[in-house]
């Protein structure tokens, strides 16, 4: 049996409440670490992440159009988005 595995039937084996304390846990380390982020390197991540999933749901447009074309679009307007706010500082659909 692999890591990977041992991980899986230990966190299936956990009850409700703590795979729920396990997640919160993670989100609470998630947002540290972005908290602890300069703005550049807050951009860049953010960025990276939102290209990743535009190339990822690239892929998925060609078998299953109807559910990830308008996902795709989502996620390029977020990245223009960011690009934007990146650049001016405005942050854009906000008044």
Request: aromatic share 8%.
């Amino acid at each position: 049996m692999s890591d990977d595995d041992a991980e899986f039937e230990d966190y299936m084996s956990m009850s409700e409440a703590e795979t729920d304390a396990l997640w919160l846990s993670l989100c609470n380390q998630h947002n540290e670490m972005l908290d602890r982020m300069s703005r550049r390197q807050l951009y860049e991540y953010l960025r990276n992440r939102r290209l990743d999933l535009c190339i990822k749901q690239r892929r998925l447009v060609k078998t299953f159009p109807e559910i990830f074309l308008p996902r795709l679009r989502d996620t390029q307007r977020r990245l223009l988005e960011l690009r934007i706010e990146h650049r001016s500082g405005a942050q854009v659909g906000h008044s």
